[in-house]
């Protein structure tokens, strides 16, 4: 079928020689993201013959750093984006912080709040409980990937390269929007899938608003931090337990 063909030809250019991304294309990145991701994360922990949280994290982050290399080059190759395009770190305003800040706040209530309610109903499996009451959130080698690593990787990736590339071939509207969805499908949770894709269609639209990754990239770290960091210390890891 045609609209699977993936070559640069069958991609539509723009007047100065630049190259659109085509739905089909960013599907398949992301699915050679996935690949290289957890292929390389086995590999590492077969060799590695540990389960440590903290080595498990490197793994994962080293895992994050690889991926992202190898698709800013597939990137460069398929749509001539230059990393300068796929970075585009350029200025932006510093009070936007402040609503940005609510607004993150917000949304990870809200997603907390309903994933709360989902557990609370039985809608949610019991090994999603179970995760989320297992999981250990108290060491700095996780908080260093999850909080910092993660985001960077994930902004660059999804908000600078994929959604460079879509601006191209898509209105900014239908770039953001599908941008966003990716973004959600990559955290293979249905049942948090409305909180990534609101932070996804939020930082899009900062991206395209501010012509810069770093809003998004900054909204994408306080929203994870807001997760993990109440686990390193006592009040908030207190203040976590009696939530549930």
């Not at 390389?40 to 290399?69: K, N, P, Y």
Request: net charge positive; with cysteine; aromatic share 10%.
């Amino acid at each position: 079928m045609a609209w699977l063909e993936i070559g640069v030809k069958r991609s539509v250019g723009t007047p100065n020689g630049q190259v659109g991304a085509s739905i089909a294309q960013v599907c398949l990145l992301l699915v050679l993201q996935l690949i290289l991701g957890i292929g390389i994360g086995v590999v590492l922990g077969a060799i590695m013959h540990t389960g440590a949280e903290s080595v498990l994290s490197w793994t994962t982050a080293f895992a994050d750093v690889v991926t992202l290399i190898v698709c800013l080059r597939v990137g460069q190759r398929w749509w001539r984006l230059s990393c300068e395009e796929a970075l585009s770190i350029s200025r932006f305003r510093i009070t936007l912080l402040i609503p940005l800040s609510v607004t993150i706040f917000g949304i990870e209530a809200a997603n907390s709040f309903l994933v709360t309610q989902l557990i609370r109903f039985g809608i949610v499996p019991a090994f999603f409980d179970t995760l989320y009451d297992t999981a250990v959130w108290d060491s700095f080698d996780i908080v260093l990937s999850l909080v910092v690593i993660a985001p960077i990787v994930e902004e660059i990736t999804i908000r600078g390269l994929v959604l460079g590339a879509l601006l191209r071939r898509y209105s900014a509207s239908t770039a953001v929007a599908f941008s966003a969805f990716a973004f959600a499908c990559l955290h293979f949770s249905p049942y948090q899938f409305l909180g990534p894709l609101t932070i996804g269609l939020l930082f899009g639209w900062l991206r395209v608003r501010c012509r810069s990754l770093w809003p998004g990239l900054i909204g994408h770290v306080m929203f994870n931090a807001i997760v993990i960091l109440p686990g390193l210390f006592p009040v908030g890891s207190l203040l976590v337990q009696r939530s549930k």
